[in-house]
């Protein structure tokens, strides 16, 4: 994990995970926490799926 990874997680979350994982499910998962949750359930799941191994 980059730090730009870091950074984006943090931010911008969704596309933190969506220019890692691409458009699946992950990124969906992680839009919805994060407009749902106020952003803190999107930085939480960036920073999971970001760690996760492949």
Do not use: Q
């Amino acid at each position: 994990m980059s730090i730009l990874d870091i950074i984006l997680a943090i931010f911008i979350p969704p596309l933190a995970v969506f220019l890692n994982k691409g458009a699946g499910k992950d990124f969906v998962i992680n839009l919805l926490l994060w407009v749902l949750l106020l952003g803190i359930g999107g930085v939480i799941h960036a920073f999971y799926v970001l760690t996760r191994k492949p």
